[in-house]
């Protein structure tokens, strides 16, 4: 097989992979290839955390949202009262 066809094969495999983690992301959630660790994210207990940089790949909230206490991305408007 050619250098250009492994290549390709390479990228094609690449794509699929990640289109099918990003399709997997729950409700004001977004796939991010470097994002926080789950440790780190925003919660509606602690909406601003101060970690380190990190580059953990998966779902994350969107901008505006924090993770409830049923781990799930909500507005912070939702949150009063967690």
Do not use: D, W
Not at 7 to 14: D, Q
Not at 32 to 48: F, I, Y
């Amino acid at each position: 097989m050619s250098r250009t066809a492994v290549i390709f094969l390479f990228v094609v495999v690449a794509y699929i992979c990640i289109s099918s983690v990003s399709s997997s992301c729950g409700p004001n959630e977004e796939f991010k290839a470097c994002g926080p660790s789950p440790s780190c994210e925003p919660t509606c207990a602690k909406p601003r955390v101060n970690c380190p940089e990190e580059c953990v790949r998966g779902c994350h909230c969107v901008k505006g949202h924090v993770r409830n206490a049923a781990k799930r991305c909500v507005p912070v408007s939702q949150c009063k009262g967690q």
